[in-house]
């Protein structure tokens, strides 16, 4: 609960954490140190009423209760500790179940998500109501909870859920500067994002800044980016006009594709004219129309202003929310495992990187080395898969690219799958993944 001279905001929060597995005794086994520390912000915006309830989803897939994704919620959370607040707006919300369905702010009429000390920008040039920054960062009450929880987690990955639109976006929102606190952070964020992409959302993707077409001042995306987590997103989950959003990935991906495929075949451009391509009539979207990004003091922004002022509460109602309960239903299930992928790739991503820091030139392990130390403070499973593709990678620079495995990998032959020493039913593909074998999930 967060309090101030004035006010009082409660604000929900909801911790996940692996509890270990029971022996024959019946004793719980200790669980090993999470290698990643989870916060995912819902609920924000008061009339995004989806965000919250996939929390709901991803809370009852994460307590096992969903069979289709119970091991992976368990694979997760034995690498994750996982802190969500499912409504960061509580007041808000209640103006909302009241019926002001285009309701945004806070009911200070503040938008918490230009209220971060990130950059920050006065009201002097803000003429829209929806994105009004407050007298000064952190004024809310709910943005100095939601800080302190944040700061006390130092968390390592970091996700804020919003709806309006489709889009995956990563910092800076205030600036066009892509992301440097580490050189590798971009291509782990890029990385996660491209996996993910073609199978939930087909949308725009990239840096908030360069993507969405204006920039965004005091955003928790670069507050929670520059202070503590080497991973941030921002998603937007639901829109209305989701098939024309889909149609337009498709076709820039489709034309991508046919331009690469041009150019490895020593082609001369264009793609369609001489070579008879069938030409692809290009979606007229504009993705940025209802973003959690949306700021006035632009183009843009003023036609934002103007289209939203314009619409009933139903109206709002339908471009935040899904109004039928099959794509609702879609909706939750979908993004919640989304985001237990998200959690499992980015806990992966930083153990590589952790692990290529410690041990920088594939060398030997004294046993007091800092990878001795972080391999007894993980869990075990991951480090062998971890070390198997550092083998991999460290053979193939030694061989030229040849492909075989490394000494003492305890497999034998190139690709496939191999036989790890020490457990005969224990079986390992090329890429390091358990496939069989005794090991606990």
Not at 257 to 284: I, K, T
Not at 318 to 343: H, I, Q, R
Not at 362 to 379: F, I
């Amino acid at each position: 609960m967060s309090t101030t001279s004035n006010s009082i905001v409660p604000l929900t929060v909801a911790t996940f954490k692996y509890k270990g597995e029971e022996n024959e005794a019946e004793a719980v086994s200790p669980p090993a140190p999470a290698t990643n520390r989870v916060m995912i912000l819902f609920g924000e915006h008061a009339r995004e009423l989806i965000s919250p309830e996939t929390a709901l989803r991803m809370a009852y897939d994460l307590c096992g209760k969903n069979s289709e994704t119970k091991e992976l919620a368990q694979k997760v959370l034995q690498n994750n500790v996982i802190t969500m607040i499912p409504i960061a707006n509580p007041k808000g919300r209640h103006s909302v179940e009241r019926g002001n369905y285009c309701q945004r702010v806070n009911e200070n009429g503040v938008d918490l998500n230009r209220n971060w000390d990130s950059h920050w920008e006065g009201p002097e040039n803000n003429d829209d109501k929806d994105t009004y920054p407050g007298t000064k960062p952190f004024s809310e009450p709910e943005t100095q909870a939601l800080k302190k929880i944040l700061d006390d987690l130092q968390p390592t990955l970091f996700i804020t859920v919003h709806s309006g639109t489709l889009g995956m976006y990563t910092p800076y929102a205030f600036s066009t500067d892509l992301p440097t606190n580490d050189p590798t952070d971009l291509h782990r964020m890029k990385d996660i994002l491209n996996e993910l992409n073609p199978q939930y959302c087909r949308c725009p993707s990239g840096a908030a800044g360069l993507d969405v077409g204006y920039l965004c001042p005091g955003t928790c995306l670069d507050y929670a980016y520059e202070h503590h987590a080497s991973i941030s997103f921002a998603f937007e989950i639901y829109a209305s006009d989701m098939d024309a959003i889909h149609t337009k990935w498709d076709a820039d991906h489709a034309s991508t594709l046919l331009e690469v495929q041009d150019q490895l075949s020593g082609g001369g451009g264009g793609g369609g004219g001489d070579g008879g391509e069938e030409e692809v009539e290009e979606a007229v979207v504009d993705t940025s129309s209802y973003s959690c990004f949306l700021q006035a003091s632009t183009k843009a922004g003023h036609h934002q202003q103007h289209s939203m002022r314009s619409k009933t509460n139903e109206d709002c109602f339908a471009t935040f929310n899904p109004s039928d309960e099959g794509v609702y239903k879609d909706t939750v299930a979908k993004w919640s495992e989304a985001f237990l992928k998200m959690c499992d790739m980015a806990a992966a991503s930083a153990l590589i990187r952790d692990l290529n820091r410690a041990n920088p030139q594939g060398g030997g392990d004294s046993g007091n080395s800092p990878l001795s130390l972080l391999k007894t403070n993980l869990a075990q499973p991951a480090v062998r898969a971890v070390e198997h593709m550092l083998r991999m990678k460290e053979s193939r620079r030694n061989s030229g690219g040849s492909g075989s495995s490394g000494s003492g990998s305890g497999s034998s032959g190139g690709g496939g799958v191999h036989l790890r020493g020490g457990n005969e039913n224990e079986y390992e593909d090329a890429a390091g993944v358990v496939l069989g074998g005794d090991q606990q999930q």
